[in-house]
């Protein structure tokens, strides 16, 4: 029972599906007047909600309150099944797919499915060549903000990750996991014919090549073929002249790394 005509009024439209107000911008229509206000911000750019702690602008009530559990540190959702708790319902939901191993989100191309809306769209830019994310400086383009991030480290030299044992600095969390193999002396790339091991998945193709015969690098001045890039680069100063090898010491400077180190052993005493 309804007090009121005009609450009785907008609670039939629930059922009627009547929505008798019109965005005069969008042409968007709705149910309630105060949906459509609320909506007109979207136009105008009105965010009267504002955060206390930093500052921050809302559209809506009901965005700040989420917001607020940044600061709080509230996670009122809770999954059932891991007891993983989240600030928000739809990241609940979201996070469910992965026990029911529901995927609603179909690409249209190739019928792949995922679990979340952002992986389908991150996805469908495989399909469409589209890359909309440039980095600044050098113009490159991006198809995932992820990828820019990290590209971005080579510009501003950042090297976030550590390794504890040796505390060298890596721009990528992959290149630390390929250096631990040098600490932990891990080799999980077998060679399936000789069964030599690796601790790298290029160096276990680049010897593949030996067994293959495949000499993918060719010489543009001489035609000679070679198996590894590394021994293209070294036979190319032949040619060119370069010796970009050089002793920090005496300033002498040599063609191969090779013999950058065999000259060392003058400066430092060692014998091979």
Not at 42 to 62: A, L
Not at 63 to 83: A, D, N, Q, V
Not at 108 to 113: A, G, L, R
Not at 182 to 190: A, E, R
Request: charged share 30%.
């Amino acid at each position: 029972m309804f007090t009121q005509q005009s609450n009785f009024q907008s609670h039939m439209r629930i059922h009627c599906t009547d929505k008798p107000f019109n965005c005069e911008i969008c042409d968007k229509m709705f149910r309630y007047n105060g949906n459509l206000k609320v909506h007109m911000r979207i136009h105008t750019g009105d965010k009267p909600f504002k955060c206390e702690v930093c500052d921050k602008m809302f559209r809506q009530q009901s965005y700040l309150k989420t917001h607020m559990r940044i600061h709080t540190g509230e996670k009122p959702f809770k999954c059932e099944i891991c007891e993983k708790v989240f600030t928000q319902q739809s990241h609940l939901q979201s996070h469910k797919r992965i026990h029911s191993g529901d995927k609603p989100f179909k690409c249209e191309v190739c019928e792949e499915m995922f679990m979340q809306q952002s992986n389908l769209q991150s996805h469908m830019r495989i399909h469409c060549r589209n890359k909309p994310l440039k980095c600044e400086i050098c113009d490159k383009m991006f198809r995932h903000k992820s990828t820019l991030k990290v590209h971005m480290w080579m510009h501003t030299g950042d090297k976030p990750f550590k390794c504890e044992v040796c505390y060298k600095m890596f721009r990528q969390q992959s290149h630390l996991k390929t250096h631990m193999r040098t600490h932990t002396g891990d080799k999980p790339f077998k060679c399936e014919i000789c069964e030599k091991v690796f601790n790298q998945q290029s160096h276990l193709q680049s010897h593949m090549r030996i067994h293959s015969g495949d000499k993918p690098f060719k010489c543009e001045v001489c035609d000679k073929m070679f198996n590894r890039r590394s021994n293209f680069k070294c036979h190319m100063t032949i040619h060119t002249g370069d010796e970009p090898f050089k002793c920090e010491i005496c300033d002498k400077i040599f063609r191969h790394n090779s013999s950058l180190k065999v000259h060392m052993r003058i400066h430092t005493g060692d014998k091979p």
